[in-house]
């Protein structure tokens, strides 16, 4: 009974702390709105005109389809990075000897510039999803991976050593003390790795022509409709929050709701 | 004699070295069942490092180690709790093992924080919610939870304020007594030592063997505070074996 209160507590504060992500993206706005009284409609639309415009688009089943494929892709090459980085990444927080050589491979993949990569990609698979998909995954491969092995390698040895002395066998010690610290730098570096999946997917999708979003903003550029193009941005950044916040960020308060207890009264509320 | 057989822990000639520096060297220990041997040295003698070949922690380069009892548990000079999970939950840990039912599991945790004298809505609190003080009592709650038949604490009580420490010792004596456990109990406090064991073993400086051993009279629940100082005073000033025990070279040799 208190556990399910305990639990539509937590949902409320997270619902309500909605608020103060509002009042952050409305001092954004007034700052948009600024500009547009400064350039004019032509350059820069105003915010409620985007939001019509936006409104006007949504009223299209198609424009949902055009933001689910997107939104689909991004989110295939995000699991894809996840799922191998996370693993490469254990692996390489375990061993000091692998982190070494994967380090270089980690800032050539990074200093690559993801237009090379779609250029490559394109040449290989051709202008379909899976370019996209492809794109997406090797942007935001090397965050995840990084985050991951800082998780592993930066955990608590003593902790190791208290569970092997409790007599605790290795893969529930791997599961139970090593992957629950790794947690701490793995979801901010997933949080980043999913923002750039979504940019990374869009470019990917104007570049190759491959249908979504990234389509209709080449669209937009060629009619000059810059209207159109802020409310297909507006649409792409409203579904990475959504998922952001209706998947990582849930999963993440769930794991640590021990933080949400250490912190201080004044930075909880 | 027959005292092979009840030997809870025997140390054949170990030694250990890091990096190529000997730490450790031709130690020999025994710890006899129902038995509480305390073990001093000066700072930086490798106690610690004896601890945690004993308990199975780290491979000693040369020597045996022979354990004769059916589970032990460590008590660290930290807490060492999990942050994420609740004071009940740490020290159900303990128990993880053992693969008990729930109920079980809830049972032993809710009577072993009694006996260490944490609260049973303190079990439901986060480590960073609890003081210094519960935090180390509950990691000696995970230690004894499951009922270990040796216990090693590696310095445990150190970091505590003198009231605490006391009623932490006492913790431990009335645990030994009242379940024949044994224990391997390692500090740099002699009046510690002279409280709580039943035979004080003093290591040679730079962890070159074992310099010797003293009973300490009568059993450790029955000393008093003035038994114990008048001890330990006795100890450190006219027994020989003692002359080191309070020289602090961090390591001197290098």
Known sequence: MSLIAVRAGRTGRFLWSAWAGLAGLSVFAAAWQLGHEAYGSFILPSPTETLSTMALLLADTQTWWLVGATAGRALMGFVVAATIGTLAGVLAGYHPAVMRLARP????????????????????????????????????????????????????????????????????????IALRQMLHALFPALVMALGTAFKAAIMAELLANAGGVGEELAVARANLDVAAALAWILLSVTALISVEYGILQPMRSEFETWREAARPWGVKR | MGSEAVNMLRLDHVGHAFLGRTVLDAIDLEVEAGELVALVGPSGSGKSTLAHIAAGLLEPRQGHVTRGYRGHAVIFQEPRLMPWATAGDNIAFGLRRHHFKRSVCRQKVLAVADRVALDARDLEKFPSQLSGGMRQRTAIARALVAEPDFVFFDEPFTALDVALKRRMQ?????????????????????????????????????????????????????????????????????????????????????
């Open chain 1, 105 to 176: 491979q980690i800032t050539l993949i990074l200093g690559v510039p993801p237009i090379a990569w779609i250029v490559l990609l394109m040449i290989w698979f051709g202008n379909g999803a899976g370019t996209v998909t492809a794109t997406a995954a090797i942007a935001c491969l090397p965050i995840v991976f990084v985050g991951a092995a800082e998780g592993i390698a930066g955990r608590d040895r003593g902790l190791d050593d208290m569970a092997r002395a409790a007599g605790i066998d290795p893969v529930t010690r791997l599961i139970q």
């Open chain 2, 170 to 254: 006492d913790i431990v004596i009335d645990t030994a007594a009242a379940t024949g456990q044994s224990g391997l109990f390692i500090t740099h406090d002699l009046s510690e030592a002279v409280r709580i064991a039943h035979r004080i073993v003093v290591m040679e400086r730079h962890g070159r063997g074992i310099a010797g051993s003293r009973t300490v009279p009568l059993s450790p629940g029955m000393r008093d505070d003035r038994m114990v100082f008048e001890t330990a005073q006795a100890f450190l000033i006219g027994d020989r074996l003692f002359a080191h025990v309070n020289d602090c070279d961090e390591r001197s040799l290098a």
